[in-house]
């Protein structure tokens, strides 16, 4: 069939056959559908929506466009953490050596940030000499030696995703649900796992900002899990604000390591407390412990007693990483940086620490990307300094700033003041977690 008559069966709303969604994947791959018919379809995608049975058939042809890992020789049960993104969002780094202290083995491949959202490989290159270009052989090795690895996407892991992904985000089809649910589900599915914790953020600074949509997004992707016999979890939590202490790249490297090393930090207990919650359920999926209870003790203690602080520590050694590198007090110290309050403009309690904007602020000054091809500052960034719902008196420092210039920090000073919100009476925060799916 000529991909005319397979784009005009969506077009017109009919239903995609296998061998049809298989045809469109294989032209996408090797390049015998024009960047223009690709585009035609995934809009007719869109607009006409898919069904159940059509987005399991694109996830598999998306998968299956490329290799899809065999870790079947590492006896141990194979389990990862993907999150939708967000601002301060850290997790990464606590939990893999979490459940590889509990004898799970973790094929990480994660994403660099876009737009507001950080990422876990901006995050780890901000460690010096930190390699997340690993070859797949690599990546098996580490793995075996120190039970997680954390890299990049090859090219042969889901290469159709790349080249859809770039023409939906040209043309304004991303945000559609079995479209995104066979974007990650299509990278996650190949690393070979038997278990998937998902964390589906909500909220101004998620990808998906209402509870609605991301509850929507949560199921259809871990029933998406099930299909491919993956065990699958999602643990939808809030991201109206950032996530702990710090956003930047090696401010929340520091916040990792403080956790991992049992050190008291201020604001960081929601950093700490979702990476359990991650952890626990990621163990019960992977078989380690029966309930969540069980689950949780055990990923208490695997933190307690250092054994994941070593197991972060051998990592970063075994890719090229100088663990030496990251900060052990304030870690936007003795960097020339310029430090921009924001002040409480009255007394009252903190209703809103916006995560949208200040994820803006950081990329707006080097610690994000606008484009894929942008390079990133690693030293600026975000402290926090009073949590949503606590009581604050006019003056108090609500948040610091930290960039190159002050003309950098004049730039997003207005929109940092607007992010900040103070009530006149008592406020209850949203919950961490706002459900389990
Ligand atoms: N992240 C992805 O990898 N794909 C999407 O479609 C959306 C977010």
């Given at each position: 069939m000529r991909p005319q008559e397979i784009i005009a069966v969506k077009r017109d709303g009919g239903q995609l056959s296998r061998s049809e969604i298989d045809a469109f994947i294989a032209g996408v791959c090797d390049g015998s559908w024009a960047d223009y018919q690709i585009s035609a379809m995934v809009m007719a995608m869109f607009t006409r929506g898919l069904s159940d049975e059509e987005q399991n058939a694109l996830t598999y042809a998306m998968l299956h466009s490329g290799e899809v890992l065999d870790l079947s020789d590492i006896p141990r049960p194979k389990a990862d953490k993907h999150s939708t993104g967000g601002v301060g969002d850290k997790t990464s780094l606590i939990i893999a050596p979490i459940l590889a202290a509990c004898g799970i083995a973790v094929p990480m491949i994660s994403g660099r940030g876009l737009g507001h959202t950080g990422g876990t490989l901006d995050k780890l290159e901000a460690?010096?000499?930190?390699?997340?270009?690993?070859s797949t052989e690599r990546f098996r090795q580490i793995i075996e030696t120190c039970g997680f690895a954390m890299s990049g996407q090859t090219a042969?892991?889901?290469?159709?995703d790349k080249k859809l992904y770039a023409l939906r985000d040209a043309t304004a089809t991303v945000p559609y649900i079995p479209l995104i649910v066979a974007s990650i589900m299509s990278k996650k599915l190949a690393e070979g796992l038997d278990a998937l914790v998902l964390d589906v953020k909500t909220g101004s600074g998620a990808f998906m900002p209402n509870i609605e949509d991301s509850m929507r997004l949560a199921e259809a992707m871990v029933q998406t899990g099930r299909n491919f016999g993956v065990r699958t979890e999602a643990v939808v939590s809030e991201m109206g604000r950032p996530l702990g202490r710090y956003a930047g790249n090696i401010c929340e490297v520091y916040e990792c390591v403080k956790i991992l090393r049992n050190e008291p930090l201020e604001l960081a207990e929601p950093t700490r407390e979702l990476s359990l919650e991650l952890s626990a359920r990621a163990i019960v999926l992977a078989g380690v412990e029966e309930n969540i209870e069980n689950a949780r003790t055990l990923a208490e203690a695997k933190l307690g007693s250092g054994a994941a602080y070593e197991l972060f520590i051998e990592n970063c050694r075994l890719q090229g990483g100088d663990a030496e590198s990251i900060p052990t007090s304030d870690p936007f110290g003795g960097k020339g940086l310029t430090a921009y309050e924001i002040k409480a403009e009255r007394s009252g309690w903190l209703e809103m620490a916006d995560a949208l904007a200040i994820g803006e602020a950081v990329v707006e000054i080097g610690?994000?990307?606008?484009?894929?091809?942008d390079s990133i500052d690693f030293n600026v960034g975000f402290e926090c300094f009073?949590?949503?719902?606590g009581e604050v008196s006019e003056g108090d420092v609500l948040g610091v700033l930290y960039s190159r210039t002050e003309e950098d920090a004049e730039c997003v000073s207005g929109k940092l003041r607007a992010a900040y919100k103070i009530a006149e009476t008592p406020v209850t925060p949203s919950p961490l977690v706002h459900g389990i799916v």
């Open positions: 460690i010096a000499g930190y390699d997340v270009n690993l042969d892991i889901a290469p159709a610690g994000g990307r606008i484009h894929a091809e009073a949590e949503v719902g």
